[in-house]
């Protein structure tokens, strides 16, 4: 399993970071970041965006052809995540990896931490 740590601060330097390890140039234009991706790791796309008073949204619209964990260590104090899968599963944990909730497909998880 491949593992993408990221401990950028910043909205902007976290998909700096993502472009990197996804293998792709960055697209930026109107304060809306995105990835679009297809190569031997999978396809898709990532986008998100700095709203008002600090709040900022990732949205991942992805593939991959082998299981990956994405690590983003976020400084911001309070994160929802709104999760939908629409194929295979996703897990997500907050931290302590030895807990994973997992969302299977069609089903919708809402996260607070």
Do not use: P, W
């Amino acid at each position: 399993m491949k593992t993408i740590n990221i401990d950028e601060s910043g909205l902007d330097n976290v998909f700096e970071k993502m472009s990197e390890e996804f293998g792709r140039t960055l697209d930026s234009n109107a304060n809306e970041n995105a990835i679009v991706f297809r190569n031997e790791i999978g396809k898709g796309k990532i986008t998100g965006m700095e709203l008002q008073n600090g709040t900022s949204y990732i949205e991942f619209d992805i593939v991959m052809t082998d299981n990956m964990k994405i690590v983003i260590n976020s400084a911001k104090k309070s994160v929802l995540n709104f999760v939908y899968c629409a194929e295979g599963r996703i897990g997500h944990s907050f931290g302590d990896f030895n807990t994973i909730n997992t969302v299977e497909t069609f089903q919708t998880g809402i996260t607070l931490t």
